[in-house]
């Protein structure tokens, strides 16, 4: 089958999240200024970030007549803007995350002081100011990114001469943009429908940091299609669960679908049964396509 993006779960990231800085005043806030974006002094305490420069007032001459602007660039010292603090690398006493582990900023916003490692080896990152598990966080981003997918063996276009994606070699390919190398295990439900499920593993295999693998799995169509099997109003000759639809008034037209109300072709949209498809697990997020 051809390749296609199919999973959910973070954005782009070497998955340590550093959660400096927060906080701080949106561009553009400030109590003294205009609406045009720029910034005036309309008393000595006018203060405002815009742009990652902080802005304020002082005397204009030695008889402290008059105020001129004065500017402080935050952005090209890598640091923070905050409209009442200034140039800062955090925000006074945030609890928050510093090169992958939980900090706390200095009352005076200078530095980080370790609270808590987070250590990759035990499968913890640093987010929102906690330890945390990397699968845990994948589904609060709701990102492109996860520990958990059902890779599913869909009919896609049939074409002619073998050029069918049915008949093509079914894979996924996993990306593991993660610092560390991550874990993946690739299952099957080999039970019959309807019964206890029997999980068989398919294959494990260790993805290795920034690295990409595919995996090469065996068919397991998902039939998401009607058969369209002839059929007769008071026969069963339709299979499973299939219903015979008529098309006609004279029901001489009849065809075995899903559905009363199903076209009888799958365009690869319909909910797949997760008991007739892969399912891939693995200790970090992932992207995974087949």
């Known amino acids: ?23 701080g ?43 001129k602007v004065k500017t402080e660039d935050c952005e090209a010292k890598g640091l ?34 370790l609270v808590e490692e987070c250590d990759p080896e035990k499968t913890l990152v ?3 100011g906690q330890c945390q598990d990397p699968c845990e966080v994948a589904v609060a981003q709701s990102s492109y990114l996860g520990c958990d997918f059902f890779a599913a063996d869909l009919d896609n276009a049939a074409l002619e001469d073998g050029k069918d994606a049915s ?3 079914f894979a996924v390919v996993i990306s593991n943009p993660n610092p560390v190398a991550a874990t993946v295990t690739i299952e099957r439900n080999d039970a019959p429908y309807g019964e206890e499920p029997n999980i068989v593993t398919v294959e494990t295999r260790v993805v290795a940091a920034g690295d990409l693998e595919v995996f090469e799995l065996e068919r397991r169509e998902v039939d ?13 000759a339709c299979p499973g669960s299939e219903v015979c639809v008529c098309l006609d008034e004279e029901q001489t037209l009849c065809r075995c679908r899903r559905s009363p109300t199903a076209s009888g072709l799958n365009d690869g949209t319909h909910s797949a049964l997760s008991s007739q498809a892969y399912r891939l697990r693995s200790t970090w997020p992932l992207i995974a396509y087949q």
């Open 80 to 113: 923070s803007c905050f409209s009442d603090l200034g140039c800062k690398l955090c925000m006074p006493d945030l609890l928050g995350c510093n090169e992958g582990n939980v900090a706390r900023c200095k009352s005076d916003g200078s530095a980080w002081d």
């Open 167 to 169: 008949s093509q070699q």
């Open 25 to 67: 005043s949106k561009p553009g806030d400030m109590d003294g200024g205009v609406d045009d974006g720029s910034f005036k002094c309309t008393s000595n305490d006018s203060v405002a970030c815009i742009d990652g420069v902080h802005y304020s007032c002082e005397s204009a001459g030695a008889e402290g007549l008059g105020l």
């Open 224 to 236: 998401g299609s009607s058969s369209n099997r002839q059929c007769t109003v008071d026969g069963d």
């Open 126 to 128: 640093c987010y929102t």
């Open 1 to 23: 089958m051809c390749f296609r993006a199919t999973i959910s779960t973070f954005a782009t990231l070497a998955f340590l999240v550093a959660c400096g800085g927060g906080g």
